[in-house]
């Protein structure tokens, strides 16, 4: 069975820190490429950031560059987000993704909320 | 950057009805195009990638079409599993890019 299970989320106040983690198994993690997606409360999704299978690809949304960092470890499978500086409208469920279609495999999600 | 415009935002309809929700993005994405159905407390599930390739285990009752920068998700007959939240994403440059979504209601 295919799994990824996310956590790190939690309350943080602004310019706070949280790492975000995701464990994976039932798959060959490091074939796959992976993502963070966040939706903020009520509102639709935004893609994060994403890593290459080596890990030497990396790209950010314009509101995670400079502040927030992933990163993988294929012999843990397990992806992370490193998340500084975190603003307001961070506020949002993280979910891990692996995509190498047709397989689409997503986390549940963990919920970060940044507030005073 | 590569924006993606979903039309409607919300879609009322009836069990059995046929719908259809519009993606347009604002350059040729090559068909590097998914769409996600997504349900209230649930992570987002694949339904089409490639623009129309129908994800397994997805009910053939759900179609994808397009090319270029004009891409539709249509539900041949809707059933009330299908009331849920749709997303399209570009996956054809980074930054990767969402639909605002389509919401489609029990009428």
């Known amino acids: 069975e295919v799994r990824l299970v996310e956590s790190g989320g939690g309350l943080v106040k602004p310019g706070g820190s949280l790492r975000l983690s995701c464990a994976a198994s039932?798959?060959?993690?490091?074939?796959?490429?992976l993502h963070w997606v966040r939706q903020a409360p009520g509102k639709g999704l935004e893609w994060v950031s994403s890593?290459?299978?080596?890990?030497?690809?990396?790209n950010y949304a314009d509101s995670a560059k400079g502040r927030f960092t992933i990163s993988r470890d294929n012999a843990k499978n397990s992806l992370y987000l490193q998340m500084n500086s975190l603003r307001v409208d961070d506020t949002a469920v993280y979910y891990c993704?692996?995509?190498?279609?047709?397989?689409?495999?997503w986390g549940q999600g963990t919920l970060v909320t940044v507030s005073s | 950057d590569i924006q993606m415009t979903q039309s409607p935002a919300t879609l009322s309809a009836s069990v059995g009805d046929r719908v259809t929700i519009t993606c347009r993005a604002s350059?040729?994405?090559?068909?590097?195009l998914a769409w996600y159905q997504q349900k209230p407390g649930k992570a987002p599930r694949l339904v089409i990638y490639?623009?129309?390739t129908l994800q397994s285990g997805v009910p053939s009752r759900f179609s994808g079409s397009g090319s270029g920068t004009e891409f539709t998700l249509t539900i041949s007959s809707l059933q009330p599993d299908d009331f849920a939240t749709y997303y399209c994403?570009?996956?054809?440059?980074?930054?990767?890019?969402f639909g605002g979504g389509t919401k489609v209601e029990i009428k």
């Open positions: 993704a692996s995509r190498w279609l047709p397989n689409d495999y």
């Open positions: 039932g798959f060959t993690f490091s074939d796959y490429n």
């Open positions: 890593i290459s299978t080596s890990g030497e690809d990396i």
């Open positions: 350059q040729t994405i090559t068909g590097w």
């Open positions: 490639r623009a129309a």
């Open positions: 994403q570009q996956y054809d440059s980074f930054p990767l890019t």
